[in-house]
């Protein structure tokens, strides 16, 4: 099978960090297949106990896991790991609960040449966006641009992009959902080049994701990024 209709010869991976998704993952990863091949889809079942792993090993993916729950930053890294030990040129994240559509992948690779990330971001204006995230991210937005000077329009949206040496600079280290800001927060601290994409809205769960703790949590660690080297 052909590493991906995107017309690229560029070989990239999808990795889709899961938490107990099995009931939506089965049509992530069908999707995905028609856009990617399943050897370089790579799914991280992070400690779940619905019988995530089990759905992904029907449909002939990679399948990589965690005993316990690690969080999605944890999750994103170890299919990382993987991938990067494929000697991939490109990555793709992905989120497993179907916010994001397959159908895109082949924008976010054409979008990678010439850049060394691709972010992608929601239209707010939808109904279909949680207020509370609507405020949210909204406010993260602002505190990524006040301290690293990147305009991103929606830096909580999971589903990018990136070059094998962007992820070799990132030196990501976030266990959580804080790992979307600090990929962007990243971004601007050392200067990579990125484009952004308009995606869908998508929201099938409306409590799912980062919570206001988190949302403090990420902006005391986005303090900590500002100020190390």
């Given amino acids: 099978m052909a ?28 999707a995905a297949k028609k856009f990617a091949a399943n050897k370089r889809i790579v799914a991280v079942d992070d400690g779940s106990r619905d019988g995530t792993a089990a759905v992904a090993e ?6 990589l896991r965690h005993i316990i729950n690690l969080g999605k930053g944890a999750a994103l890294r170890t299919g990382c790991t ?5 000697s991939c040129e490109a990555l793709v994240f992905m989120d497993s609960d179907g916010q994001h559509d397959p159908e895109d992948l082949p924008r976010l690779i054409e979008a990678l040449k010439g850049n060394d990330i691709v972010f992608t971001y929601r239209d707010r204006r939808s109904q279909n966006m949680p207020i509370v995230k609507k405020v949210g991210n909204w406010f993260i937005d602002a505190v990524i641009r006040l301290l690293f000077h990147i305009n991103v329009k929606d830096t909580q949206c999971g589903y990018k992009a990136l070059t094998r040496s962007a992820y070799e600079k990132l030196s990501l280290m976030s266990n959580d959902y804080s790992i979307e800001s600090e990929i962007v927060a990243k971004t601007g601290k050392y200067r ?11 929201y099938a769960d409306r409590y799912k994701g980062t919570t206001v703790f988190d949302g403090v949590n990420i902006v005391l660690k986005m303090l900590w990024w500002k100020i190390a080297r």
Avoid: C, W
């Fill in 3 to 30: 590493t991906a209709k995107t017309n690229s010869k560029m070989d990239f991976y999808v990795i889709i960090p899961a938490h107990n998704e099995g009931r939506n993952l089965g049509n992530v990863l069908e």
């Fill in 58 to 63: 029907k449909h002939d993916v990679i399948v």
């Fill in 82 to 86: 993987y991938a990067y030990g494929k």
């Fill in 192 to 202: 990579l080049k990125f484009a952004q994409l308009p995606i869908k809205t998508i």
